[in-house]
């Protein structure tokens, strides 16, 4: 079990060793962090996306803009339709889809069975309200991560800061 903050913190420092900039890594850390409290398995997909090469240029990553510009155009016209260069796990998209929601843009078409892994070629948005879901179950008791996965993304943010048991370790 792990605090949703740790997750955020980890897959932030792995979304800034792989050379995203601080907000762009901020946005993909909510994401992985929310869908990892709504549905599970957030962190095996982020991992997945940062064990790839270039994974600040990928299509996941990128994604989140990809929605805001049919956001846009969605509050211009009503609806629009956000379509990705490639498949992206909902993983990536899940906190930008509830803020979008908050602003009255909605996703017409995200599965009821929706997990963080599945693959979406595009969304259509339209203006309108949305029920959303509370998150505040996962801040009480926590997150239960994948180990494996969640030993992964340690040892990936490792690479962006000195531990502190290094900094302990040296001498003045």
């Known amino acids: 079990m792990v605090a949703p903050r740790e997750v955020h913190d980890l897959v932030f420092r792995c979304a800034r060793v792989a050379g995203c900039d601080s907000g762009t890594a901020d946005r993909v850390a909510r994401n992985v962090t929310v869908a990892e409290a709504r549905w599970g398995g957030a962190v095996v997909v982020a991992v997945g996306v940062f064990e790839v090469e270039d994974p600040a240029g990928s299509a996941p990553v990128r994604a989140p803009d990809v929605l805001a510009e049919a956001e846009c155009d969605a509050r211009t016209t009503g609806s629009a339709r956000a379509e990705f260069e490639t498949p992206v796990p909902l993983a990536f998209l ?71 048991a290094i900094l302990d370790g040296i001498e003045p």
């Open 94 to 164: 899940v906190s930008t889809i509830a803020e979008m929601a908050g602003r009255g843009v909605v996703v017409d078409d995200l599965p009821i069975d929706a997990t963080a892994g599945l693959p979406v070629s595009g969304l259509g948005l339209r203006t309108g309200v949305a029920d959303r879901p509370s998150s505040v179950e996962a801040h009480r008791g926590g997150l239960s991560v994948d180990r494996v996965a969640f030993n992964r993304l340690e040892a990936m943010a490792g690479q962006f800061l000195v531990s502190e």
